[in-house]
């Protein structure tokens, strides 16, 4: 892969959504106008492990987290953008860390990006709304999931009494 500027572009426009502007220089068409970005899988379980990591206690890749998370951004156009623009700022400040990309860090190395990108003190008011946005998404899942429950000691009520007289019980 091409280092130093030219490298950095060609990378930046094939992490941006849907490689939009990628098949705009390669003169492929662009997708319908008002079209959501289709979410990544395996971008979104880096973002989630670097907010709730897996250790000896499962993390929010385990949990279940990334399918739930999808299902969120494909049905709200904003947060699809929101996503679609936090990824091209993660993947920009990989670069600028001499890394081929966000997936190239390691868990802590990513844990650290998305803190310094979205909380840090030079963080753009876009940065601080996706890392917002991202934080709040994979901890409501996370602490929302029977994994999430267990590692807070929660024990959910029952769902049936056994002394109840339903139908079909």
Not at 99 to 120: C, I, K, N, P, Q
Not at 139 to 145: A, D, H, I, N, V
Request: net charge neutral; no cysteine; charged share 25%.
């Amino acid at each position: 892969m091409r280092r130093g500027r030219r490298g950095f572009l060609l990378r930046l426009l094939g992490a941006l959504p849907g490689g939009v502007l990628w098949r705009a220089v390669a003169g492929e068409p662009a997708p319908e106008a008002g079209a959501e970005p289709a979410p990544d899988e395996r971008w979104l379980e880096l973002v989630a492990d670097a907010i709730v990591p897996g250790d000896d206690t499962p993390g929010a890749v385990a949990a279940g987290v990334v399918p739930r998370l999808i299902e969120s951004i494909r049905g709200d156009e904003h947060k699809a953008r929101l996503y679609a623009g936090g990824r091209a700022l993660l993947e920009a400040a990989a670069h600028e860390r001499n890394a081929d990309g966000f997936a190239a860090l390691s868990t802590d190395e990513r844990s650290a990006l998305l803190r310094a990108v979205g909380d840090g003190a030079k963080a753009t008011p876009q940065a601080r709304a996706f890392y917002l946005q991202a934080r709040g998404d994979v901890l409501g899942l996370f602490y929302t999931s029977p994994v999430g429950w267990r590692g807070i000691g929660y024990q959910p009520p029952p769902y049936a009494y056994p002394s109840a007289d339903l139908p079909g019980s």
